[in-house]
């Protein structure tokens, strides 16, 4: 069964820094993309940033590029997401999800629970 | 800006059968593939349809898709009261190389 557990969430400050992490297990993790979902109070799922199996490509929406990073280790079968110059509208649960390919373009496949993110100012 | 746009409700009773639509300017819905997703109250999201209309395992064939030029739908037959919850398209935007996701559909089971 394909797996997949975030860690990392919890409380910043405006401003601060913080790094998020999924744990995959259940599949071969180096043969898939992954990427970073999120969804705010109130609003709906926002895909934010995406990788390719091997680290060349990465992708990110204009509201977080510039300020967060993805990135993964394969061997250790986990993805990062580094978020940094947080303001309060990063607050939010924080998915990873498994792409169906090795590439970020194909298709959003198995979710995980996710981690929540609170900015205060 | 790339937006696709969803009902922002819908609603139906047991055993009914429900659509959602999901529209999209040009440059992303006529040559992407689209998938749905559910969200329901207190867990995880789930896709429910991804590549247009392949679903994961697991996933009932009670949830089917259909696209037509810069249209796409996703349709749930015999509705049962733990479909109450959520929905959204989401699709691949290559001028820019992000997905891009509906607002979402919050479906009612009445």
């Known amino acids: 069964e394909v797996q997949l557990v975030e860690s990392g969430g919890g409380l910043a400050q405006a401003g601060g820094s913080m790094t998020l992490a999924c744990v995959s297990s259940g599949y071969t993790f180096e043969n898939y993309a992954m990427h970073w979902v999120r969804r705010a109070p109130g609003k709906g799922l926002e895909w934010i940033s995406g990788i390719d199996w091997n680290s060349r490509r990465r992708g990110y929406a204009d509201s977080v590029s510039g300020r967060f990073v993805i990135s993964r280790d394969n061997a250790k079968k986990t993805l990062f997401l580094q978020l940094s110059s947080l303001t309060s509208d990063d607050t939010a649960l924080y998915y990873c999800?498994?792409?169906?390919?090795?590439?970020?373009?194909?298709?959003?496949?198995?979710w995980g629970q996710g981690t929540s993110v609170t900015v205060s100012s | 800006q790339s937006v696709l746009t969803q009902p922002p409700s819908a609603s139906g009773t047991p055993g009914q059968r429900v659509s959602i639509s999901c529209s999209g300017s040009?440059?992303?819905?006529?040559?992407?593939?689209v998938s749905w997703f559910q969200h329901l109250p207190g867990a995880a999201p789930r896709t429910l349809l991804v590549d247009n209309d392949k679903r994961p395992s697991g996933v009932p064939d009670r949830f089917s898709a259909s696209r037509s030029g810069t249209s796409a739908s996703l349709a749930i037959s015999g509705l049962q009261s733990e479909d109450e919850g959520d929905y959204y398209c989401?699709?691949?935007?290559?001028?820019?190389?992000?997905?891009?996701f509906g607002g979402g559909t919050r479906l009612t089971v009445l």
């Open positions: 989401a699709a691949w935007d290559d001028s820019v190389d992000v997905w891009v």
């Open positions: 999800v498994k792409d169906i390919n090795s590439d970020y373009d194909y298709g959003l496949d198995v």
């Open positions: 040009i440059s992303h819905l006529r040559t992407s593939t």
